[in-house]
């Protein structure tokens, strides 16, 4: 038996994606720019996906841009702009575009203050843009957008914010939400990957990203992903039907899980429990190496993630477990368990009888232990 807890890293595609994309794998396979009818199929395909995009978040269709991934429309909703005020604990495809970003703090919660955001906002009269994510991808804290905001609409400031993580687990209203730009992700509720949107409010200046043809409306230039759109339609329209259900069922396997393992000694919760993501618990054990642990438990058939994980090869640890005012050897023992509609309360059992044990059998062997 097998356990997937790593559902902020990427999802299972939904059936309903499967059945939905294939004749754009197969026969339908023309060129939305093309004037005959087998292009003209792609393109009405593509603009069914657009509405659909923009019914979820209410929007307009025409202030979608279908993009490649999450981390495009991060760097395209940044990059014409001189002076951004962003978190400390963003995703790596906003931060690492900013040479000179203003940081805000997250604090111990996970949580940017619009305090802050006020002063800072009083303190740098020449900023133009704000980004803050809607909910954090380690430790899935979610952030108060409505007001940031307000803030920044009351001073014509343009706020972006990265919502990856929340799109198909939070409803979300970009008008509400006082929000000008919105990134999301397919591959995060379901969809493909490599097929991500920005939602640009009309009205707001954003520079084309990628020159050459006049594909989405002569700002994205490149022959569409149309199997990929035409899935992320699907897959967010499901998704955000069946928010509240799902939310009702993740948050009864969230308990018990956070019940079970709060039993163990010397392991602490990151970030706020209440202002966090249903499919989302992250935890920090003393004495542990985070890399360790996921070892174990991939031997016992368990996928989950740790904060001190790192693709570069390099053992820092995550900076947002450092944003929230983490000692080093803290953070570096954290593991981020994360569900989706698919997790199984047999899952649950699997990861709830396996690590205690492994924990304790790391803590017996590590020189970081004397508890
Ligand atoms: C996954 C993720 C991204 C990147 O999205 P991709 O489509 O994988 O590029 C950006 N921000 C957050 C919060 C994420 O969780």
Redesign the pocket.
């Given at each position: 038996m097998n356990a997937y807890f790593d559902n902020?890293?990427?999802t299972k595609v939904s059936e309903k994606v499967i059945k939905g994309i294939q004749p754009y794998l197969t026969e339908q396979y023309g060129n939305p720019s093309s004037v005959y009818s087998l292009g003209r199929e792609s393109a009405k395909a593509i603009s069914e996906a657009r509405a659909k995009v923009a019914k979820a978040i209410n929007a307009e269709p025409n202030e979608i841009y279908f993009t490649?991934?999450?981390?495009?429309?991060?760097n395209w909703a940044l990059h014409s702009h001189q002076k951004i005020i962003t978190s400390e604990f963003?995703?790596?495809?906003?931060l690492h575009v900013l040479k000179e970003p203003v940081l805000l703090p997250v604090y111990s919660d996970g949580i940017v203050k619009p305090i802050d955001l006020e002063k800072t906002l009083n303190d740098n009269p020449d900023v133009t843009l704000v980004s803050i994510?809607?909910?954090?991808?380690e430790i899935g804290t979610i952030q108060p957008i409505t007001e940031l905001g307000k803030l920044c609409r009351e001073r014509g400031v343009f706020f972006h914010t990265?919502?990856?993580?929340s799109v198909g687990n939070v409803p979300i209203d970009v008008k509400a939400m006082n929000v000008d730009l919105l990134?999301l992700?397919?591959?995060?509720f379901h969809g493909l990957?490599?097929?991500?949107a920005l939602y640009v409010r009309k009205g707001v200046k954003l520079p084309a990203f990628i020159h050459g043809g006049a594909q989405e409306f002569g700002r994205r230039a490149g022959t569409e992903n149309v199997a990929g759109i035409v899935g992320l339609g699907i897959a967010i329209e499901e998704a955000v039907s069946e928010i509240e259900d799902k939310n009702a069922e993740l948050f009864k396997k969230r308990e018990r899980i956070y019940d079970a393992i709060m039993q163990i000694p010397k392991v602490q919760l990151n970030g706020d429990l209440h202002n966090r993501l249903a499919n989302n618990l992250n935890f920090s054990f003393e004495g542990i190496e985070g890399e360790a642990l996921l070892l174990q438990l991939d031997m016992s058939g368990i996928a989950a993630s740790s904060g001190s994980a790192c693709t570069s090869g390099s053992l820092d640890p995550s900076h947002v477990l450092l944003a929230l005012g983490l000692p080093h050897e803290i953070a570096h023992g954290s593991l981020r368990i994360s569900m989706s509609k698919y997790t199984t309360d047999a899952e649950v059992d699997l990861l709830l009888e396996k690590l205690p044990a492994i924990v304790e059998k790391l803590r017996a062997m590590s020189p970081l232990w004397n508890g």
């Open positions: 902020a890293a990427t490649g991934s999450g981390s495009e429309s991060n963003e995703h790596h495809a906003v994510m809607h909910a954090n991808n990265d919502a990856v993580q990134s992700s397919a591959h995060k990957k490599g097929a991500g």
